[in-house]
């Protein structure tokens, strides 16, 4: 069986309420047309691919079907108007004498070589197959406000795509629609005008179409980071601990503020996103940074942060102290952790131990702090 695919990523995503083409926005870390063209890269029986999209995006759409369908034969061609005209324009720019063809919309990300299959087996049969879910809501036909109709829901279907057609067929009823001036707004409904019957095949509901924003699945992009960090007690010096002083004879010494849970709280942070440490960002060998407010350089940390569309999931901090006893003061570090980093207290953990006299916290010589944090890359 030799298969050709025609994909139509040649709208302008005016309804993603973004500039650019929804096919180019990021899903799950690769953009949503390449979902697609992976998934008839791997396909043996697909021979030719030939995409169809806007000249604004052939650049960016040609490296993504260069890079992601490397083994077959592949061209990006520009479309029309209409989609009607676009797939039109991709049919005729097909050049290998495949059986059957497959036309699919870029912005359908969820397809399945096993689905593309099961309409490619009904196709053998039929030679005109839509793939299609069954409505599960009550349609109306409404006019200016007003319902008209209310249509029995068993009969009503929603079609998606792919659509599978035998070559001749699609060709010739695509050339006598455009002559009859026809406008459809998917393939099974030139045949349908053509007079060519059409058999649905049932289809996934996952595999929606990406229309507006709220289509986009929350990204499930984890990534975890960890931050530890240790300084001295030394008299003379303030205690902060995120942000918050905290009566105590001795303080934490330190070119900065020495505000050890923010410093292991900015490591895990940078951590999780690959960023690297906060001794490479804020080097101490900087004059700049002579006794600087450590949460004023958290809040740099979260403009990277933002820069490289991260989100906080939640963080685990651990603080390891012989004394003060930091029992009273956790609700007031957590409350300016949650402020500064503007999330919920409740995805904030903050944890007070001691070491039972063992080791350097344990003889109060300095104060140790871990922190745990889970970003999503959105
Ligand atoms: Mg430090």
């Not at 709208?11 to 390449?34: E, F, I, T, Y």
Request: hydrophobic share 45%.
């Amino acid at each position: 069986m030799s298969v050709a695919v025609v994909l139509a990523a040649a709208g302008s995503g005016s309804r993603m309420g973004a500039p650019g083409n929804k096919v180019l926005l990021s899903l799950d870390g690769k953009p949503v047309l390449s979902h697609s063209l992976d998934c008839f890269s791997v396909m043996d029986e697909v021979c030719e691919l030939v995409v169809v999209t806007r000249e604004v995006d052939r650049q960016a759409v040609s490296e993504l079907v260069h890079q992601a369908v490397p083994d077959k034969k592949t061209q990006v061609v520009l479309g029309g108007a209409s989609r009607q005209d676009s797939v039109y324009l991709g049919l005729l720019a097909l050049t290998t004498p495949a059986e059957w063809i497959v036309i699919h919309d870029g912005a359908r990300p969820f397809i399945t070589p096993g689905l593309v299959r099961k309409g490619l087996r009904a196709a053998q049969e039929h030679r005109a197959v839509g793939i299609a879910v069954p409505v599960k809501d009550t349609i109306k036909k409404v006019q200016d406000g007003f319902v008209l109709e209310t249509p029995d829901r068993a009969e009503l279907w929603a079609m998606q795509t792919p659509q599978i057609f035998a070559r001749d067929l699609i060709l010739q009823a695509y050339a006598w629609a455009q002559e009859e001036g026809l406008s459809v707004t998917d393939d099974c409904s030139v045949l349908e005008a053509f007079g060519h019957p059409v058999h649905i095949v049932p289809g996934e509901y996952a595999n929606i179409k990406i229309t507006t924003p709220d289509d986009l699945p929350q990204s499930t992009a984890f990534s975890v980071g960890f931050g530890y960090d240790v300084h001295a007690l030394a008299a003379n010096r303030p205690l902060i601990l995120g942000g918050v002083l905290i009566p105590h004879d001795k303080g934490l010494l330190g070119h900065s503020d020495a505000d050890v849970l923010t410093h292991a709280l900015m490591d895990a942070l940078l951590g999780a996103m690959g960023g690297g440490d906060i001794g490479e960002l804020f080097p101490d060998t900087d004059p700049k940074y002579k006794g600087a407010c450590s949460i004023d350089l958290l809040k740099q940390v979260l403009v990277i942060m933002e820069d490289r569309q991260f989100t906080l999931g939640n963080l685990d901090i651990t603080v390891m102290a012989e004394k003060p006893k930091l029992k009273t003061w956790k609700t007031s570090i957590k409350s300016k952790l949650a402020q500064v980093l503007a999330i919920e207290e409740s995805q904030i953990n903050l944890k007070a131990t001691t070491t039972e006299g063992l080791g350097f916290v344990g003889r109060e010589e300095g104060i140790a702090a871990q922190a745990v944090v889970l970003l999503r890359s959105n």
